[in-house]
């Protein structure tokens, strides 16, 4: 225990907020100046290395408890995509989808595309939730609360890593073998995650005001995926509004260029994939700044 | 059975029969809440009980359950041994009192013997032996600075409000009028918690807060912020006003009020849930607080996997929570429920597992907000153990609307009304009135 430190300015692993004169001591002043969007993500980084235990615990907590009060257990974790995945096998095998005017077996098209929008839905789903449902926790104990991010963006990437699973064993039943632009596919996909968890954590800081932001953006993320070519291609859409918005929605390159990758037949729009993964990183950064700068100060309308 | 009609010590009953679960229920129902008012006036005197009642009290010990004193008991002969718990005051004029077991209340040695083997949470007066040798005499604990200490003597917590209102002042000069980052507090020896000047305002009214909430929000996402001296807006009201504390290790502050007086919120501010308003807190090392229960805990979750959880949130890593885990298992006494899940332990269960993982932890200033009020006695009477050995090494505060309780655990006490602290010193000074004020308002109270 320290008893009398230094003055030490901006140490280490504390927010500029709650400036630190040493390894021990903690100051919290009215109207702190908040961390930085970079300075904020190098502390959510290192936390990662210097709290494993604290991650570890809160993401268990919310991947195994959603299960215990199940007879599945978490054999959920794998029938929920299963079911999804059989559900549009059954639609196409009762006729009910027809063909695309993709390369690609139409099934596999679409599982595809699900799986990845399903990897969006559930950076968003989870992060859009980070202050409100640890409305309890964050009013109990001071702890870092970049914890709660990257607690949502891992049990996020863990649902999304079981769908994948279970889509690649899909896909291996219908037929698809693997290829070599297979080593571009995952890290292709982490700018459609950036941009659920950037637009998850910018309605999170919302719903901790008012809930209104959350029910738009639900209704408006439903309209959004059908105007994203998951269920059909590109070169289906034969009106000219929709093939405007399908063109001008960054989740059309963010889709497209992994389903391309992985399934080959498609062609690879680069330049606009670029652009949105621009638009995806930048929505995630200025999300992440709006995060550091108010939380705190929205900590008590958190009800 | 209600302690105005209490069943009667049957002064027959072979003593034997305090082994007998029977035996055991009428005792406790004969020493209950009010356990003077089921012994005849005379019995008040312990030398005066029959042999069955003193073997109930002095011998039945876990039997006996606890007993809970209104009235003062007084030893005046023959050798009284207390080895099961007692709550209450004591009073020895002649023979001799040994507490074995656990006292959680006052003792005063005023001519007779008093030998203590167990633990006393409370005041001891006059000559005491302690395992029969004369007792180390500690040290005084270091009087705390409460309340008005911005507004008051020169401490740390003065220094840090006029070095606050410093940079305030060259803010307002034109420079940066938030108050800065180089706030240069100087800790001292021992100390452990600074708050100089902290105010908190909330909204009374939901769309106000929602309102106000998305400006603060939006202000602060640019970089602005409201400056430090600002005015309350509509519907907005001070939680907590203009609040200094110094604590040092060895303090134990008992902070009362009424519900809404801002307790809660004083310590949520000090614990560093949330910011100030105004004002500024140093915490020199680590700070927890039971402030609601077992934080994070999930109910789905089983013990075991609550208790990695809690010390993980309180900055635990996984191999240290396992290091601890005898320990606070055993000490919340919940070995048979650590594989069940959280939902179906009972609240005071939750509470004793909450506390015992904080208590395994021992930081530098620990805070508890009424969580005791769902403890059973004997658990209660335990984390009282815990807080006074605490004591030693931390600064304790504790707060809630019960002074009896914040007597027992505290040494200081500070009124809280309104927000603002209206008196402080010890805690019987601040006890007294309070509850003269609160008889005032309410006659529930009287």
Redesign the interface.
Known sequence: ?????P?Q??APGVP????S?GD???????????AGVFAGLWRAIRLIFE????I???S??DL??IH??TFGGLLWLVLTPALSISSWVLLRSVGILTESNSESPFVLYILAGTTFWTLFRAAYNNLKKTLLKAN????????PHEALIIKEMIVALTTFGFSLVITFVALFAFGLRPRMEWLLFLPTLLPLFLFGAGVGLAVS??N???VDVERLMDLFLGFVMFATPIVYSREDVVSSELSFLVELNPLTYLVTVPRALLLGGESLPWMGYGISSGVAAAMFLLAL??FF??E??????I? | MSAAEPEPVDPEAPSGDATTPESAERLRGAHGRNANAALPESVRDVSEMTDEQLAAFGEAGDMMGHLSLDADLTVTSGVVDINGSLAGSVLVTGGKLIISGSLIGSVTNDGGELDITGSVVGQIVGEHTVNGKAPVVEEEAPEPDVGQIGRGGPSLAQKASVQLKSKATRSDRGSDPIIGKKVRLKPEPDTVLVAGGVSKHFSRDLQTSMKYGLRTLAKSVVGLHDPPDRELKEDEFWAVKDVSIQLQRGNSVGIMGINGSGKTTLLRLLAGVYPPDQGGIMINGTAHGIIGIGAGMHPHLTGTENVFLNGAILGLETEETAELYDEIVEFAELDYAMDAPLAMYSSGMRVRLGFSVLAALRPDVMMIDEAFAVGDLAFREKCFGVIADMRKTSAVLVVSQIPHLLQIVCDHGAWLDGGEIVMSGPIGDVSEPFLREMARRSPAWR
């Open positions: 225990m320290t008893t009398a430190v003055p300015d901006n500029k907020g709650r400036t004169f021990d001591i903690t100051v919290f002043q009215a109207n702190a100046k908040p709290r494993p235990g604290l570890y615990q809160l268990k907590r195994v408890s215990k009060k309890k926790l964050v009013l109990q104990v001071r702890f800081l919302m901790a005001i008012a700044r709006a700068a108010g705190s100060g929205l900590l008590e309308r009800l």
